[in-house]
């Protein structure tokens, strides 16, 4: 394990199924993961030792789901087997482990790669997992480390025993054996599996496999998956095992390498190719006044966590940079990409690749619409259900060339593309996207969820419920619309005069209608939305939400600056929690505390409580801006942001999770690591000065 890049060291001293809930996250810059709990237990069905990329960064299929591994060793008295591994069963409504080999677990590293050390008798057994840098393969690497124990009993053989449980399935589903067809071919150290149209090849070296009678196991529990009303069990295939003989006393490093394809790969001697790929990252985050340990850790951790996200995918013949809106069931969201680019990115100093990440997404603007997400099946598919992440896209594209002063880009392409988003909206298109007399944004109706509050289901009677319905027009919406048109004001060549003026123009107008509008006299705050109904009607929704903070965050507000900071006194009053904002105060009836249950239970409580990682972000902006990024805005920005630090370097393993539950201990919930929660954490970190 490359120790300069090892951000976590646990000393497992008691159970260690009471840390199944601490999961880890390893990922090769490609699509392709790997992910578990720290025990090395599975918990979900999105855990593996291997999640490859079918066809980058998406096409995702579990293929090694885990490793039975097993030591025999033959002492005077006979042999003895020690198990390695652990999986989870259900009897009788109750948990049941088997085997059991989270009793031998004493430590667990994570880094580059995730480490486990056990303990049995006098042997020391290590499995290290390494992700192939930008490849679907992983390789095991085992370390067996003998004490001299010079008054105990002498083995006289040894034998390694590693038995590959297998799922070749897409990530989402869960696999059963009747739904299965499997054929698996040996030969020597070499394994060839092949489910339906999915084939991978696993190779231990110097080992020799023997195939089971009975290659199933059957009925796996993933807890986790019971807790989100998913909880069907699984059964895996393991056609055999690799046997491995070692000289007992003798220290030993054997492995065990996986792939998609039909051809095995080398083993992964290190992790250099990914630390090779950082070093740049790290220097650039470094900042040589706080050059010490602790702070030396935290930024290879952040430098680490924000990589995870950046992958490469290949749009109308190019290959081009993208972000991975979270792990384990996200792939690139429009939204969330544009969001999360500056800190992922910028902050990282990867302005080439914020670039392509940019021209990734121009492409395929339509209509003014920024996808909200490339489609998981089909490569030429695109989704174009929001109304936020064209604006967003505008943000991201203004800050981009703040940053790097890529004019060539700006006037080429760029600036064209953000022009091209507000024509579209002044004009009307799609979803009810349109620009009103007073120069506000209006979009959607009752039935769509355009924006990032966008939770929607089934109902019991195959009814469509829309949990949040934020249509007409949204507080969020119009403060990122009047931050464009002010933006590409200011940033619009001179050559392009008449636009510069008529978007200053309507700005102006936007910046007389917004309080008027929003603003709510006995609360010193912003409502949330007001929409008109079809019999012309007005509606005022004067819930206590999270998205005015955006009229206080953004570089160019519609409000004044004391009503920006009459804005982060009302949020920080109700809504701020250490990990997050808030979605609603505890004092509001629909307020929802915990975030459990089936997905309908769960949707209904997403954005009614549930508190959002990411919003830490444009609240702490708009403490530095109200505040004019003095000492004291400064010092409260890196308060409110240091719990998240610590789960980050904590039970985190060195990500955050999407969301927390509303109540204390706000409970980690939905994807285990999210990528505008790490870039909002990012990027204030920055700002305040780290």
């Excluded at 081009?320 to 979270?326: E, P, Q, V």
Aim: charged residues 25%.
């Amino acid at each position: 394990m490359d120790t300069n890049y090892r951000t976590h060291d646990v000393a497992v001293t008691d159970n260690a199924l009471d840390l199944l809930d601490r999961e880890w996250l390893l990922t090769n810059g490609a699509g392709s993961f790997a992910m578990g709990s720290l025990p090395g237990v599975n918990t979900r069905r999105y855990h593996g030792l291997l999640v490859a990329a079918s066809r980058p960064p998406v096409g995702r299929v579990v293929v090694l789901s885990q490793v039975l591994d097993e030591l025999a060793i033959t002492w005077p008295d006979g042999e003895h087997v020690a198990e390695f591994s652990t999986c989870l069963f259900r009897q009788n409504g109750k948990r049941v482990e088997q085997p059991h080999g989270h009793a031998l677990l004493t430590r667990f590293e994570r880094g580059l790669s995730v480490r486990w050390t056990h303990q049995w008798r006098t042997v020391t057994w290590q499995r290290e997992l390494i992700l192939h840098w930008r490849q679907p393969a992983a390789t095991l690497r085992y370390t067996l480390t003998w004490a001299d124990a010079a008054d105990a009993m002498t083995p006289t053989e040894a034998t390694v025993r590693l038995h590959p449980m297998l799922a070749l399935r897409d990530f989402h589903s869960i696999l059963h054996e009747g739904g299965a067809s499997f054929d698996a071919k040996a030969d020597g150290q070499t394994l060839s599996v092949t489910n339906h149209d999915v084939t991978a090849t696993l190779e231990c070296v110097g080992a020799q496999f023997i195939g089971n009678d009975e290659p199933w196991w059957y009925k796996l529990n993933y807890p986790a998956d019971d807790e989100r009303g998913q909880g069907e069990p699984e059964d895996l295939y393991v056609p055999g095992r690799f046997e491995l003989s070692v000289t007992p006393g003798v220290d030993t490093q054997f492995t065990l390498t996986a792939t998609l394809g039909d051809t095995p790969v080398e083993p992964a001697p290190d992790t250099s190719d990914r630390a090779a790929h950082l070093g740049p990252i790290v220097a650039h985050l470094t900042d040589d006044a706080n050059d010490d340990d602790e702070n030396d850790t935290l930024t290879r951790a952040l430098a680490i966590a924000s990589d995870d996200f950046v992958v490469e995918r290949t749009v109308r013949g190019q290959t081009l940079s993208t972000i991975i809106a979270g792990y384990p069931w996200f792939a690139d969201w429009g939204r969330d990409t544009f969001i999360a680019l500056p800190g992922l990115l910028l902050e990282t100093g990867r302005l080439d690749e914020a670039r392509e990440t940019l021209q990734a997404f121009a492409g395929s603007i339509r209509n003014g619409l920024v996808p909200n997400r490339f489609d998981d099946y089909d490569d030429d598919a695109a989704h174009y259900n929001t109304v936020d992440a064209s604006l967003w896209f505008i943000q991201a594209a203004l800050r981009y060339v703040e940053a790097s002063n890529d004019h060539d880009a700006w006037n080429d392409w760029l600036a064209d593309a953000c022009v091209s988003i507000i024509e579209a909206y002044i004009a009307g298109t799609d979803n009810d996207i349109a620009m009103t007399g007073d120069g506000l944004i209006t979009a959607g109706s009752t039935d769509t969820q355009l924006t990032w509050m966008d939770a929607a289901a089934v109902g019991p009677r195959g009814e469509r419920v829309v949990f949040t319905p934020r249509h007409g027009k949204a507080v969020e919406i119009n403060a990122l619309w009047y931050a464009a048109l002010a933006g590409l004001a200011e940033a619009l060549p001179d050559e392009r005069g008449a636009e510069k003026r008529h978007f200053d123009k309507l700005a102006g107008r936007m910046r007389r209608a917004f309080p008027k509008v929003f603003w709510n006299d006995e609360r010193n705050a912003c409502d949330d939305h007001v929409w008109t109904d079809s019999e012309g009607e007005d509606h005022i929704d004067k819930s206590i939400r999270p998205n005015q903070v955006f009229a206080a965050s953004l570089p160019h507000s519609p409000l004044p600056r004391t009503r920006q900071k009459q804005v982060v006194e009302l949020v920080r009053d109700q809504l701020l929690t250490p990990f997050g904002l808030r979605t609603l105060p505890e004092d509001d009836p629909a307020y929802h505390a915990r975030y459990v249950g089936p997905a309908f239970e769960r949707d209904e409580a997403y954005h009614q409580g549930t508190v959002w990682g990411w919003l830490i972000g444009p609240y702490a902006e708009a403490v530095l801006r109200v505040g004019r990024f003095d000492d004291n805005s400064k010092a409260e920005a890196r308060q409110v942001i240091a719990p998240l630090i610590e789960r980050l370097m904590g039970p985190g393993l060195g990500q955050l999770h999407e969301i927390f539950e509303a109540q204390p201990p706000h409970r980690a919930v939905g994807c285990i690591a999210q990528a505008w929660s790490i870039a909002e954490l990012l990027r204030v970190w920055r700002m305040a000065g780290q």
